[in-house]
């Protein structure tokens, strides 16, 4: 008897540990270490002149408004198809409005366009390090173990260089992790939901989520049980996260519509060689390829095998591609 009551507390502790309030709270802490940790591009350098971080000027036309630079020889519907594609990923910019709009005037020297993206970064990945912590105590029960892989995610390289300067990359990661929240508590109706938000983060989004999310389907599918309904969900994922990749990329519908989007698939296959041979050139993809793909901690056995097939066929698709 005094072992049930031992365990019923001991469950009621580990349950507080874990709260709304405190999820909340956490939330904060890694929001302003974000900020913190993104505050150089502001008034030091700006990303949008350096090589690594040219994209950021792209993303800081969309905050501000200014229209994409026009391709010569571009007419009518295939102009959307010459733009480069860094202005379809709209997601992070979009989130980063209103911050744009609230501090031109107010912020003295600071860039405005990269302080609504900071913002905006900050968010996602404050996000992505409060669904670490609730990710990591589901699996230990150890709240320090779970915060310690949160830490260990704002200290990666990639977040204060990469996330934080006016990229986007921090809405991916963010969408990825939602995804795995969501399998690992069953809800496998969700998936089309952050496709779609996924697919608006970064179009590399729809293979990678579809690779993982099939690797884990795999890996409980059962002899007499093979879980046809989730498989279902994973299709639906898939097909949310693509179309509407394509029709933010296009703009339009009809035959022009099917036209392009054949275009960007043929487009997204010839990356396929150019990437796997371009990746042993790039020391920066080992780099990255290493913090993620290095085993971490071992996780319950379920969960490892479900796991590490997702993340070995998302792995595989990011060697394919030669991006992360």
């Given at each position: 008897m005094s072992g049930v009551v031992g365990e019923l507390r001991r469950?009621?502790?580990?349950n507080s540990l874990v709260t709304p309030q405190r999820i909340a709270l956490l939330w904060l802490l890694f929001f302003l270490i974000c900020l913190g940790l993104g505050y150089s591009p502001l008034n030091r350098y700006d990303p949008g002149k350096l090589g690594g971080t040219s994209d950021v000027a792209q993303y800081r036309d969309i905050v501000v408004g200014r229209a994409p630079r026009r391709t010569a020889g571009a007419i009518g519907a295939f102009a959307r198809l010459a733009q480069s594609e860094n202005y379809y990923r709209v997601l992070v910019p979009y989130?980063?409005?209103p911050f744009y709009w609230l501090a031109r005037g107010h912020v003295r020297t600071w860039?405005?366009?990269l302080f609504g993206l900071l913002v905006a970064n900050a968010i996602f990945t404050a996000t992505?390090?409060?669904l670490l912590v609730a990710i990591g105590y589901r699996l230990t029960l150890d709240f320090s173990t779970a915060l310690l892989g949160a830490t260990l995610y704002l200290l990666n390289f990639c977040v204060a260089n990469l996330n934080l300067v006016g990229l986007i990359d921090s809405a991916e990661g963010c969408f990825v992790m939602v995804i795995v929240w969501s399998l690992l508590t069953g809800r496998w109706f969700l998936l089309p939901l952050w496709g779609v938000f996924g697919a608006l983060a970064k179009e590399t989004?729809?293979?990678l989520s579809a690779m993982f999310v099939f690797g884990w389907w795999i890996s409980g599918v059962q002899r007499n049980h093979l879980q046809l309904s989730r498989l279902a969900w994973v299709g639906a994922l898939g097909v949310a996260s693509i179309t509407h990749g394509n029709r933010c990329h296009v703009g339009r519908r009809g035959?022009?519509?099917l036209a392009l989007a054949v275009c960007r698939l043929h487009e997204s296959s010839g990356q396929l060689y150019c990437g796997t041979s371009r990746v042993h050139s790039r020391s920066?993809?080992?780099?990255c390829f290493y913090l993620v793909a290095a085993p971490g901690d071992p996780a319950p056995a379920p969960f490892s095998a479900a796991l590490g097939l997702g993340h070995g066929l998302g792995v595989l698709r990011s060697i394919g591609s030669g991006r992360l």
């Open positions: 469950s009621e502790e580990r989130v980063a409005k860039d405005t366009a992505t390090a409060c989004f729809a293979p035959w022009t519509d920066h993809f080992w780099v």
